[in-house]
Every structure is written in structure tokens, then in C-alpha cells.
């Protein structure tokens, strides 16, 4: 059975700093991988979406690495900023029929 | 345009009451869920729907009735809840038929507490 870690659970950095979120996933054999961003309360929304043969996706300030061999996946968000504060949930999709696998997250605060 | 929506936003609603969370999308997607998400835990997925009909039902007590009347709507029927149903419900929706690997896209949820 899948299973994805996110460490740590929670982060709190100071405005401008770069900044790597982890996800880790057990079983390598995945279709793709999709990191969210939520904030309290609200809904999820889709940042980046990688596929399995891809090694990065790129959007604006994010950057989302996958390296399935070692069962890795990183979010890189440069020049953070207090917006940027909100939990990052990384979900692994196992099979292209399969359904999404969630992180637990990590809470991103980022202070002014 | 790629937006989800849901209602209401928030939902009170007694043990005895039958109540209806409401989801709609008009991407053209034919993949909907349902999912169910507690405060500081990952969604967990209840339903999904795939071209309108009933794929995947994750062993969801039957207090909970999903609806798909047409591709681009999506309803959860709830009945007789328990306390520990209070909870985020997060519909979504996907290209395809819940195949293929393609992006999710999440409304902003229901918050539901039942007393």
C-alpha cells in the first residue's frame, strides 16, 4: 500500500527566504504526483502536476522536482512571501486508474 | 475557466435532518468526487463518479447518497449524521473518467457540523 510522508509538519521561515517542502512516497511504481496549496478552511488548489517521466515542473515562483527512484518529490518555493503562508499537501497518484494518495502536509507560515 | 463550485459554504444541521451539499463545474470534466477532509488531516475520498455513473464508493456508510443527475453536477444527500460526520466535504472534478492520470481540481468546500 502507498504511503506519502510530508516533513516537517509544520515550518514557519521569515519573508524572502528560499524554501523546500519534502514528500516521500514508498512505492516508486506512481503514474504522477500533484502538489496543493490550502489554506484554512478553504479548498484545494492545484499547483503543479508532474508526471512520472517527467524530473520538474516550474511555475513562477514554484519549482516541483520528482525522483521516483528514491520515492521523492520537492517543492522549492523561492523568495517566500506572508501570501505564501498556507499547508502544502503533496498526493501521489499509484496508477493512471488509481486514485489520489495525500500527504498529511506541511504548514508554511511565513512571517512579514 | 476552471472552477469548482459548492453549497452552501457552511451547513448546521441536526441528527434527525435530511440535507443536500450541492457541487457543479462546467469544464467539460466527466470524473467527480466527493471527499471528506477533519481539521489538520489530507482529504480522504468517499465517492467518485466517472461519465455519471457510480465508480468508486470507499465503504461510505449509507447515511451518505451521492447524485450525479447530469456531467457537470454532483450532489451528497446526508441523512441521520452523526456528530463525527461533522467535517470539510471537497468535491472535485478531472478530465477524463477518473482515469488517466489528469489534474484534480477542488471547489472550496462545505463546512458541515452536525449537532
Known sequence: KQEVTQIPAALSVPEGENLVLNCSFTDSAIYNLQWFRQDPGKG???????????????SGRLNASLDKSSGRSTLYIAASQPGDSATYLCAVRPGSARQLTFGSGTQLTVLP | DTEVTQTPKHLVMGMTNKKSLKCEQHM???AMYWYKQKAKKP??????????????????????????????????????????????YLCAS??????????????????????
Open chain 1, 44 to 58: 484545494l488548489t492545484s499547483l503543479l502536476l508532474i508526471q512520472s517521466s517527467q524530473r520538474e515542473q516550474t
Open chain 2, 28 to 30: 467539460g470534466h466527466r
Open chain 2, 43 to 88: 482529504p480522504e475520498l468517499m465517492f467518485v463518479y466517472s461519465y455519471e455513473k457510480l465508480s468508486i464508493n470507499e465503504s461510505v456508510p449509507s447515511r451518505f447518497s451521492p447524485e450525479c443527475p447530469n456531467s457537470s453536477l454532483l450532489n451528497l444527500h446526508l441523512h441521520a449524521l452523526q456528530p463525527e460526520d461533522s467535517a470539510l
Open chain 2, 94 to 115: 478531472s478530465q477524463g473518467g477518473g482515469t488517466g492520470g489528469y489534474e484534480q481540481y477542488f471547489g472550496p468546500g462545505t463546512r458541515l457540523t452536525v449537532t
